[in-house]
């Protein structure tokens, strides 16, 4: 582009090129409120809480006890069908249909009872059971 270019207005010194020049409104940085601000809306109950999870999902089968851990529950979000479930919903129907698979997998080999943390990999579709931070047992889902 050189200076002569048409496409490029030329500069002057009467050209507005602030909002205040334009005589556009501009939005306070900042306001003050006082007194008591109004309650938030409460959730419809038919929409579901979708914000991440902070509490682990359990499911007990066969005498173990299968947990989600947070980070998990969040990886079944990238799984088919999680769309407008929330963490804990998708926790409960994941151990639905794996929660017997996942304790049949690891029965001969870890004694009952015992509490193992499933490890989601959404993308092998494979899922890790670990028993005090050792890989017991891997299941494709």
Do not use: C, N, W
Not at 32 to 43: F, I, Y
Not at 49 to 62: A, I
Not at 122 to 141: D, E, M, N, T, W
């Amino acid at each position: 582009m050189t200076p002569d270019d048409p496409t490029i207005p030329p500069e002057s010194p009467d050209d507005p090129t602030t909002p205040e020049d334009l005589d556009m409104p501009v939005a306070p940085a900042a306001e003050t409120v006082t007194g008591r601000l109004p309650d938030p809306a409460p959730h419809s109950p038919s929409r579901p809480d979708l914000l991440d999870s902070r509490e682990p999902v359990y499911r007990e089968s066969r005498g173990y006890r299968l947990r989600l851990e947070p980070a998990d529950l969040a990886r079944l979000r990238e799984l088919a069908g999680s769309r407008g479930k929330s963490d804990a919903e998708l926790g409960e129907t994941f151990f639905d249909g794996q929660a017997e698979r996942l304790v049949e997998s690891v029965a001969a080999d870890v004694p009952s009872p015992a509490e193992l943390r499933v490890v989601v990999d959404p993308y092998s579709r494979q899922s890790f059971l670990a028993l005090h931070g050792k890989i017991v047992g891997i299941l494709s889902f």
